[in-house]
């Protein structure tokens, strides 16, 4: 019926125990001076609430309505992480003096510490008890888990060591654990959530991850004669994942730089960061090969692969295109107009280019020259995405102004149009690989997809794919649609069939 939070605030606010359902307040929370890291509530009769901050405090109330009872001064630095057993006969603390001190659930009467001989070489951050209240699971800046054993005298034996998982660097702190049930779960600094089995605590754990910050392009494309995709982040992390299992790991780069475009195809990545450089990387298993740098002279805004002859790469810059040949600028194209987005033919024979006036213009590609063959206007914004259907028999375009268009690349006719369902900017679009159906990723935190042979009314709209907004589309298959967002996820969407 009654919930503790902590955290920072003015005066008394830093500590709150409330009635879950009318939100009145049931205590009073005096005695800390600095923002509360932890509290904890005593799961049994006569009701507790510990708290512990960065005032090296931890503090003990007594109710309901809580009252302060008393302070302990154990730890000589910040109390990370306070926690109840489930029979509520004891309480830890665990701090960044590198020290496990347990309690008396009832009384608070200090009973026990963790052994210090045995135990973490940095701060500690977290701690959670067994579901049978013998014993608990700590996690350190020291990139280790451990297993205690609490003795009937009220002191920590080390159990077990767990092998902490990853390469060793400082995004493998550990800083967050949970013992649920049978599983041992501890989260490291990088987002690596890793579970271990407590009965079989020799078995490796399972580990998985993925991305800390928005997500800014997704990708994909077969290797190895399996469906891969890659996804990128801000942060410079690229995520790999395969259709029907997940996340499969990251791909390791030599260079963790920024990542603002990003392109793939089954042997190379292609990437360009927030300068004027645009690195083409080989790609081998999970690994990065070394990058080639070419500074292209000004801010790359799209990327684009000839997928089928990558050796040739179109980057988009905000006033005009260049082609990449390998490593090498085979040519700088001033095209008269402010570049909003591009395409490149899977053939490498064709470019559309987007303006910030809404036009689209088709280049015919004539070795390293553009030769302009239609502007095609229908757009009522700057353009922010276009892309060719996988039998290149079409292509379609989005704007900032909410709308899509398909368009019939023969004639350059309109073939589905009034696809203005979105109430935010347009960032992504993709082909279904029977090139029946167009998903649009909006600002609006929706994907709506369209069949291309019905009317644009006959669509399936997703809301909330995504909060802070769609960026990333791919069909998966004919039944499927993965999307990508600004909140780090990656999801799954099965679509239901008319």
């Excluded at 659930?105 to 067994?130: C, F, N, P, Q, R």
């Excluded at 990139?143 to 034996?157: C, P, Q, S």
């Excluded at 303006?355 to 088709?362: E, T």
């Amino acid at each position: 019926m009654r919930i503790v939070a902590s955290g920072d605030g003015k005066g008394k606010s830093l500590v709150r125990a409330f009635m879950w359902d009318s939100g009145s307040t049931v205590g009073e929370f005096d005695g800390h001076s600095k923002r509360v890291l932890s509290c904890t509530f005593k799961p049994t009769r006569p009701f507790r609430v510990v708290t512990g901050g960065e005032d090296f405090i931890v503090n003990f109330y007594e109710g309901p309505p809580f009252k302060f009872k008393l302070s302990h001064r154990e730890h000589t630095n910040f109390v990370n992480c306070v926690r109840y057993s489930p029979d509520g006969n004891r309480f830890i603390t665990v701090s960044s003096d590198k020290k496990g001190v347990i309690y008396d659930g009832k009384t608070a009467e200090k009973i026990g510490e963790l052994s210090m001989e045995d135990g973490h070489k940095g701060s500690i951050y977290a701690v959670s008890w067994s579901p049978d209240s013998k014993q608990v699971l700590t996690v350190s800046a020291d990139k280790t888990a451990k297993v205690w054993d609490i003795m009937e005298d009220g002191n920590g034996k080390l159990n077990r060591a767990l092998a902490s998982p990853g390469s060793g660097g400082v995004e493998d702190m550990l800083v967050g654990c949970l013992w649920q049930n049978d599983q041992l779960v501890v989260v490291s600094l990088g987002g690596t959530i890793s579970i271990f089995s407590a009965s079989d605590q020799d078995k490796p754990p399972i580990s998985f991850a993925g991305h800390m910050k928005g997500i800014n392009a997704l990708t994909c494309f077969v290797q190895d004669g399996k469906k891969m995709m890659l996804t990128s982040s801000y942060d410079g992390v690229i995520s790999r994942w395969t259709p029907g299992i997940g996340y499969i790991g990251k791909l390791q780069r030599k260079d963790n730089s920024q990542i603002k475009c990003f392109a793939a195809v089954e042997q190379e990545v292609i990437t360009s960061g927030f300068d004027n450089k645009v690195c083409r990387v080989p790609l081998t298993g999970d690994q990065c090969g070394v990058a080639e740098s070419v500074d292209v002279g000004s801010q790359p805004k799209d990327i684009h692969f000839a997928s089928q002859s990558p050796e040739l790469a179109l980057i988009s810059t905000d006033s005009g295109v260049v082609l990449l040949r390998g490593s090498k600028i085979a040519s700088t194209i001033d095209l008269g107009f402010t570049v909003a987005a591009s395409a490149l033919a899977p053939n490498g024979d064709e470019a559309i280019v987007g303006g910030q006036d809404g036009k689209l213009h088709i280049y015919c590609i004539e070795g390293d020259t553009l030769k302009e063959e239609a502007v095609l206007e229908k757009h009522r914004g700057a353009i922010t995405v276009i892309s060719y259907s996988p039998d290149l028999s079409m292509f379609a375009s989005a704007d900032a102004n909410r709308e899509a268009v398909v368009w019939d690349r023969a004639s350059r006719e309109v073939k589905l149009k009034n696809m203005l369902y979105h109430t935010a900017r347009i960032n992504c679009l993709a082909w279904s690989p029977d090139n029946q159906m167009v998903a649009t990723g909006s600002l609006d935190t929706c994907v709506i997809v369209y069949d291309v042979d019905k009317p644009a009314s006959n669509r399936v709209t997703i809301k909330g794919a995504h909060l802070g907004g769609v960026s990333g589309l791919a069909f998966d298959d004919e039944n499927s649609v993965v999307s990508s967002g600004e909140d780090g996820c990656v999801r799954v969407w099965k679509l239901n069939q008319q």
